[in-house]
């Protein structure tokens, strides 16, 4: 580095003539604002161009130059002076062993951006924070007067517009309002009843649409609408994954977040109880079935492989899942080196790693059946029954557990043995009850032992008595349901290492539980453990859970989030086309207890999402993407979506709340094809083929063939944004699936 710096001073003159010339050919005072900020046009530039070899991460840093901290790059950035920029030198260089980024990396500074990290370094080349790592503040809205705005939310929107010289569209008319937020808020079109009502009904338009939106989201189709995306990215599937690919029971989990949506638990709430709710003091069936979450990932039943390589896997699933779905960070990237990009080193990723370590599982590839922890629960709509039948079964179990533990009872069944005839044997099973004692195996004394405690001794005779009808109540009520895996916590912590490059056998340096330095601290009350961890994810002082949170609702109505990239808000992420509704619309959320109906309520409400979507010339001119808002979206709604639509306008949908997964149709000879026909697709009959999509079975190695063909996501790993494509294969599919 220090030869070519010393190069570059004697070509000095040369090479700022170059910059000049090469500045001034282009006409870039029309593209480029003069207040330069480095949040908003600085990093993106630094971050693309050059932090993967002057960022972060140490191992890939060359010359000893970081670019992501003012103090390290300022001996190359010459702030106020640019002719003494060594950093303008060099990306104005025509030098290929000079010029950088380096001819290799295919990467080059436009004439663009070259101008504006001129005049940044003319400014004084200042840094700023990151703006998502930053606090949420309060944003007092623009005092903006207008008839257009509804909300405060609206004068945010109408302000970013005016500063572009663009007006907003009309708002749409009442057929198409009601049935854009119909299946916004349901993922189902409005019946023709309820298109006529809303017609038809003579009240004011604002108390009318009111009306309709709080219907909505009462409506039992609103919590399985979000909890679709939801499965997306907790990573949903109803197998295991991997070539063998069992079935598994995660369904009465998938219940417990469509429940969750329909009673507006608490959006921390809801975060708390997936990721700790066997944590908390004295938790409940619910909360202990909602940490599900951190086990619906993949589990590798294949012979051969090593237990502790996939108990690592695991882990780190559930550490990336974790960072993605609710701070919206890339996290795995830090897995086997520093980030080069974000500040996420090494070490903090196995400290989060550590939270999730503590599992009593042991990763032997014994699948889903017993994956311990797990969960016996009823069905959902038996909860409240299947907990008191519990609560009178636990002290009835725990008192015949103490009389066959007394060494009174130990007497009394040695005594019935040595007197044992053979009237008396034939209440014994039928496969040992002629045997001789001295040939009984542990498991046939076992059986004898629990014949006389249940019908010979008197004391455990009167405790069974009691006990055998809450048993049966017990087990009635449990086979409704399934057994879930779950999360649990071993006594004792595992020790964790950081992973040299990410290897399961290469421990490096012990690490503990922690969070990351460049975040607010975990507060010292909470405990150092998944419980304090998403305790500390819900504090109204963390920068990106409720940003994150609100980006996706967004999301979910505009089919774009203010931020672009909702599973990436660090430096590699877009930035948000509307910075402060966001953090206004993050702050408020928080203040209002994390209310999600509440949050939903406001956007629709607002006359940015009522507009028109009719595109004009000026639109496509100006902001072709729409990211301004001066017209509603128009996106193709997501696969299950569309299913569901046709299901509902054909009369054949069937509204059934949860359960185990259905099989409605799919083509003939697909499990034969891929995972040889492991067990036969055996369709269901009747209802089960017409159930919204959200319960179809959500096999991993054959994913329904009609959900991939358009675009949905397939839950391998954690998804939080939508891909969308348009290809001949839609096409053919609707024209002829008959599912």
Known sequence: ??????????????????????????LVTSLVRADVQFNRDI????????????????????????????????????????????????????????????????????????????????????????????????????????????????????????????????????????????????????????????????????RAYETVVDRLLDSPRFGEHLAWHWLDAARYGDSDGYESDPFRNMWPWRDWVIEAFNRNLPYDQFIVEQLAGDLLPRPTLRQQLATGFNRNHRLNNEGGILPEEWLVEYVCDRAETTATVFMGLTWGCARCHDHKFDPVTQRDYYRLFAYFH?????????GASTAVPMLQVSRLTEFEDFERAQAVLRPLEAELEAIKGADEFETRFYNWLQTLDDESRQALPEDFRDKPQSKWTSKERQAAREHFLNQVDPAGHEAYERLAPAKREYDRLARTGARVMVMGELPQPRETHVL?????????????????????????????????????????????????????????????????????????????????????????????????????????????????????????????????????PRFRYPAQVIRDQALAASGLLIEKFGGPPVKPYQPDGLWQEIIKGRPVYTRDKGDGLYRRSLYTLWRRGVKPPEMVLLDANERDTCQVNQRRTNTPLQALLLLNDVA
């Open 1 to 26: 580095m220090a030869g070519h710096l010393k190069r570059l001073r004697r070509r000095r003159n040369c090479d700022a003539a170059r910059v000049a010339l090469l500045l001034c050919s282009v």
């Open 43 to 206: 990093r993106p530039i630094l971050s693309d161009k050059c932090f993967a070899c002057h960022g972060p991460d140490a191992q890939a840093r060359e010359a000893d130059l970081r670019l992501d901290r003012r103090d390290d790059a300022a001996r190359v950035l010459g702030p106020a002076v640019p002719a003494e920029s060594d950093l303008l030198a060099r990306i104005g260089s025509t030098d290929p062993d000079v010029v950088m980024p380096p001819p290799s990396t295919h990467k080059q500074v436009t004439p663009r951006e070259a101008k504006l990290l001129r005049e940044w370094i003319e400014q004084g080349a200042e840094y700023e924070p990151h703006w998502a790592f930053l606090p949420v503040h309060a944003v007092a809205p623009p005092p903006l007067e207008s008839e257009w705005v509804r909300s405060d939310l609206d004068r945010f929107v109408l302000a970013r517009l005016q500063k572009a010289d663009l007006t907003p569209s009309p708002l749409a008319d009442r057929a198409t309002l009601i049935r854009r937020v119909t299946l916004d808020l349901t993922g189902l079109p409005p019946t023709v009843e309820e298109v006529d009502a809303f017609l038809n009904d003579p009240s004011p338009l604002e």
């Open 358 to 366: 503590n599992v009593p599982e042991i990763g032997n590839g014994t």
């Open 500 to 632: 040299i490059r990410g290897a399961y056998d290469q421990p490096g340096e012990p690490v503990s539980m922690g969070t990351p330095e460049w975040l607010p601290p975990m507060d010292d009350a909470l405990p150092n453990n998944r419980l304090g961890l998403a305790q500390w994810l819900v504090s109204p002082e963390h920068p990106l859970t409720s940003r994150v949170a609100v980006n996706r609702f967004w999301q979910l109505l505009f089919g774009t989030g203010l931020v672009k990239t909702p599973e990436d808000l660090g430096l590699q992420g877009d930035p948000p086309s509307h910075p402060e509704l966001l953090d206004w619309l993050a702050r408020r959320f928080i203040d209002s207890g994390w209310d999600v109906k509440g949050l939903l309520k406001e956007i629709v409400m607002s006359s940015t999402y009522r507009q028109s979507s009719a595109v004009t010339e000026e639109h496509l001119t100006v902001d072709p993407e729409n990211r301004l808002l001066a017209r509603a």
